[in-house]
């Protein structure tokens, strides 16, 4: 399956943005996020799909979370990695959105209108869940891989935000080679968690 997601509108500003640590949800929006927020909404509105592609600390997450406030329910925020639901459900928290999650790990509520859903248990529950009026796949240059595929196939009309970071995205077109490796690990948190905040503390 083709990956068909279209990028939004004002990438380039975003990507000129630092990494600065981590951003609490409960922090004022920062203009740059606006932006992107804006004219991912647009786009959804638009084409029903779009990528919010925001650098590694610029608050990818937190700018979904905006989104997925406003947005019509239900919502699905569709992660593979288990310190990615974590994170979602803390940002989810934070902002005051009622949740469940659709995970080994979590007791399921499909009564709740946002999930966060793990890709693995979802190829095995999705005829149990309500389907999204907007699924948000995070990390979403695993589209292409045939357990998403299979997935997206079946939402029926839903729209579809993708939400990533731009750095990997030009070098894989360029040299005709995959985002992730072959444990499908982007190097995202190693970025955060070490390198970025080794060079802030030189800065």
């Excluded at 638009?46 to 019509?72: F, H, W, Y």
């Excluded at 974590?86 to 928290?93: D, E, G, L, V």
């Excluded at 999930?115 to 990390?139: F, G, H, N, Y």
């Excluded at 029926?156 to 970071?165: E, H, M, R, S």
Aim: glycine letters at 6%; one cysteine or more; a positive charge.
């Amino acid at each position: 399956m083709r990956q068909t997601f279209q990028p939004i509108e004002g990438t380039l500003a975003m990507r000129a943005q630092s990494v600065n640590g981590e951003l609490r949800a409960d922090e004022p929006l920062r203009p740059y996020q606006t932006t992107a927020i804006e004219s991912a909404e647009a786009a959804l509105t638009k084409s029903g799909s779009a990528v919010l592609q925001m650098p590694t600390g610029a608050g990818k997450t937190k700018a979904a979370t905006e989104i997925i406030k406003r947005a019509d329910k239900p919502v699905w925020f569709i992660c593979h990695r288990q310190e990615i639901e974590r994170q979602a459900a803390k940002a989810f928290a934070e902002a005051g959105i009622d949740f469940g999650i659709v995970s080994p790990r979590a007791k399921t509520d499909y009564d709740k209108t946002v999930q966060i859903v793990s890709v693995a248990t979802l190829t095995r529950r999705m005829k149990d869940m309500p389907l999204p009026s907007l699924a948000v796949w995070d990390e979403c240059h695993h589209v292409a891989a045939k357990s998403w595929a299979r997935i997206r196939e079946q939402l029926n009309g839903a729209q579809n935000l993708g939400v990533d970071f731009p750095a990997a995205w030009e070098p894989a077109r360029e040299t005709s080679v995959p985002v992730a490796g072959k444990d499908f690990k982007t190097g995202q948190t190693l970025m955060k968690t070490v390198i970025a905040p080794g060079l802030k503390a030189r800065m």
